[in-house]
């Protein structure tokens, strides 16, 4: 599979803003977790402890080790994560939109059977 210069780059070039991006969005609900006045104090650090170690994985899913010879796997598990979203598609080349809108569509087809 031809995976293009450009296309690597953009994704290069927009890896630190999707990172900033997606994590100002779980700051905030690990804050909403931290704060939530229906739990205890004990309750909220655990499950805020929880929700941190789940977004590490996610975080190394998807930042570790990116490579030009992954990128289209690496770019589907972003989007799978909303870290990567639709609208980002559109600074990459129209074969890799189609790729990853083709994985879009399957994976909404396969989370309707599930």
């Known amino acids: 599979m ?3 210069e450009s296309d690597w780059r953009a994704l290069r070039d927009m890896t630190g803003t999707l990172r900033e991006r997606y994590l100002e969005k779980k700051n905030r609900e690990l804050l909403a977790t ?5 739990k205890s104090p004990t309750e909220q650090f655990w499950d805020t402890h929880a929700q941190m170690g789940e977004e590490k994985k996610v975080l190394q899913r998807c930042l570790d080790d990116i490579r030009r010879s992954s990128m289209d796997v690496t770019m589907a598990v972003m989007l799978n994560h909303e870290m990567l979203l639709e609208e980002d598609l559109e600074s990459f080349s129209p074969e890799l939109q189609e790729r990853l809108r083709n994985y879009l569509d ?9």
């Open 2 to 4: 031809d995976r293009k």
């Open 34 to 38: 931290l704060t939530d006045t229906n």
């Open 106 to 114: 399957v994976m909404s087809t396969v989370g309707d059977k599930a």
